[in-house]
């Protein structure tokens, strides 16, 4: 059974920083691609970010240069560093698995003063 659990979540200042974390069990991790996506209040669910199994990696425009998707295959876990964080990055952050179709449960980020 596929399980992803995010953390990392919180509440941050504008300008402040932080990591997501989604560790995965019960797949191949190493041979995945991986996904970020968000949704924030009254809005649909949006991409946020990928990394394939070679470290290939794409964002949305609105957070290109901002945040960084990478992966740790011997700890089958991915993180998205978010940095500049603005007041519209606030939402619920969910990793997912397209291979497998799984979301996790999602970690919420607030940015605010």
């Known amino acids: 059974q596929v399980q992803l659990v995010e953390s990392g979540g919180g509440l941050v200042q504008p300008g402040g920083s932080l990591r997501l974390s989604c560790a995965a069990s019960?797949?191949?991790?190493?041979?995945?691609?991986m996904e970020w996506y968000r949704q924030a209040p009254g809005k649909q669910r949006e991409f946020v970010a990928f990394?394939?199994?070679?470290?290939?990696?794409n964002y949305a425009d609105s957070v290109r240069g901002r945040f960084t998707i990478s992966r740790d295959n011997a700890k089958n876990t991915v993180y998205l560093q978010m940095n500049s964080l603005i007041p519209e990055d606030t939402a619920v952050y969910y990793c997912r698995s397209p291979s497998t179709g799984s979301w996790g449960q999602g970690t919420q980020v607030t940015v605010s003063s």
């Open positions: 019960g797949i191949g991790f190493s041979i995945n691609v």
């Open positions: 990394i394939l199994s070679d470290e290939t990696t």
